[in-house]
């Protein structure tokens, strides 16, 4: 039987103490430990360079990937707004992997290996391309599918690993059909009514739906109360874009950015055009944690084989900020699944299959 990953999670303001603490939870390094994956808070960017050079040193593991973020996880843990490390060394057949390094536009895709079946993959926000980047990617591995999220930070500093520090695009691994891996992505909002077309729409903002004027139709929807009073709504109340030929009912998450209620209009925070659908959903407590557990509950039956270990990416509006409580989304996750080796981040976007997604958990285990 294959034996789990290795992991290692810490918190505290000087990385190398961090660092250090890490290594000793570790102990024996596996000789078959090939990869590495290492996330970091957006406290430690700047040493990014330092931490990633001492984790290759102190390992002896070849290759990593890896982000920086405003939170990190590791299993039934979140370090969420304080300085943190998290690292995880899985044991891949070197002929299985190869690393992805950045990718700045689509055409940069063409060079990479061909054989490709998945991605994890993280990014730059500051790269207007970021879609087109994943399209290109996902259409570039033969399942289609790439997974992982957007670094993010409460300074100027964002950084992604790619064997070293690197910035400005995508970037990851490949991953060939040999290995044995499962995703699945949670939403963490529930729709309040049905789809709506969009009839008139100037950019992101939404002059109507099926042919009524558009916040008519919006406090409909979320009832009296909310209605009353549209600030409270604004926590509450998001709308979903349905994602064209999905099978599983996935739609794209946006902000409401605004009313006007003299002209009937709600503006989001992405562009529509006419004929497009939208649909308003609610978030909260409850409605989160029932999506997470349908989510796990599918993931459990999909992988076929013993978790060895998986990677977690999370909105930074999730965790703490919508279960109520610290580590509540990564307990359950432990507490449906085992525990087994976990790491992650909390995203600027999250990416699952070939889209970028926001308010999203995407869950990826390997066997």
């Known amino acids: 039987m294959t034996s789990p990953f290795k992991f290692a999670h810490a918190a505290n303001p000087d990385w190398t103490q961090a660092a250090q603490a890490c290594m000793g939870q570790l102990g024996a390094i596996p000789s078959g430990a090939t990869l590495g994956f290492l996330y970091v808070s957006d406290t430690f960017a700047d040493e990014l360079d330092a931490i990633l050079a001492f984790f290759k040193s102190a390992t002896g593991v070849p290759h990593w990937t890896g982000s920086v973020g405003v939170g990190v996880c590791a299993t039934g843990v979140e370090y969420l707004e304080e300085p943190a490390l998290a690292v995880m060394l899985a044991e891949f057949d070197p002929a299985d992997f190869?690393?992805?390094?950045?990718l700045r536009s689509p055409q940069d895709i063409e060079t990479q290996p061909a054989q490709a079946y998945f991605a994890v993959a993280h990014g730059d926000p500051a790269n207007s391309r970021m879609q087109e980047l994943i399209d290109s990617?996902?259409?570039h591995v033969s399942s289609g599918f790439v997974v992982?999220?957007?670094?993010?930070s409460r300074g100027e500093t964002t950084a992604?690993?790619?064997?070293?520090?690197?910035?400005?695009?995508?970037?990851?691994?490949?991953?060939?059909?040999?290995?044995?891996?499962?995703?699945?992505?949670?939403?963490?909002?529930?729709?309040?009514?049905?789809?709506?077309?969009?009839?008139?729409?100037?950019?992101?903002?939404?002059?109507?739906?099926?042919?009524?004027?558009?916040?008519?139709?919006?406090?409909?929807?979320?009832?009296?109360?909310l209605a009353r009073d549209l600030r409270r709504a604004a926590g509450y109340i998001f709308v979903?874009?349905?994602?064209?030929?999905?099978?599983?009912?996935?739609?794209?998450?946006?902000?409401?950015?605004?009313?006007d209620p003299q002209n009937n209009l709600v503006a989001i925070g992405e562009y529509v055009e006419p004929g497009d659908e939208l649909l308003f959903c609610r978030r909260d407590q409850q409605t989160a944690e029932d999506d997470l557990l349908r989510m796990l509950s599918a993931?459990?039956?999909?992988?076929?084989?013993?978790?060895?270990?998986?990677?977690?990416?999370?909105?930074?509006g999730r965790g703490q900020h919508m279960f109520g409580a610290p580590n509540r989304e990564l307990e359950l996750i432990r507490d449906t699944l085992g525990d087994f080796p976990l790491v992650g981040f909390f995203a600027n976007g999250e990416i699952s299959y070939n889209r970028l997604y926001g308010y999203t958990g995407v869950l990826t285990l390997f066997g």
């Open 98 to 102: 190869s690393m992805l390094p950045v």
């Open 137 to 139: 990617l996902s259409a």
């Open 299 to 316: 993931i459990g039956a999909q992988l076929a084989v013993p978790i060895r270990g998986g990677v977690y990416y999370s909105c930074l």
């Open 160 to 225: 992604q690993i790619s064997d070293g520090v690197v910035s400005g695009g995508l970037s990851g691994v490949l991953f060939s059909e040999r290995v044995k891996l499962a995703t699945r992505l949670t939403q963490g909002i529930s729709p309040l009514g049905p789809r709506h077309r969009i009839t008139t729409a100037n950019k992101n903002v939404i002059g109507s739906l099926d042919h009524r004027p558009a916040l008519d139709v919006m406090k409909e929807e979320i009832g009296d109360v």
């Open 240 to 259: 979903g874009l349905p994602v064209r030929g999905s099978d599983t009912g996935d739609y794209l998450v946006r902000n409401i950015l605004g009313v």
């Open 148 to 152: 992982g999220g957007l670094s993010s």
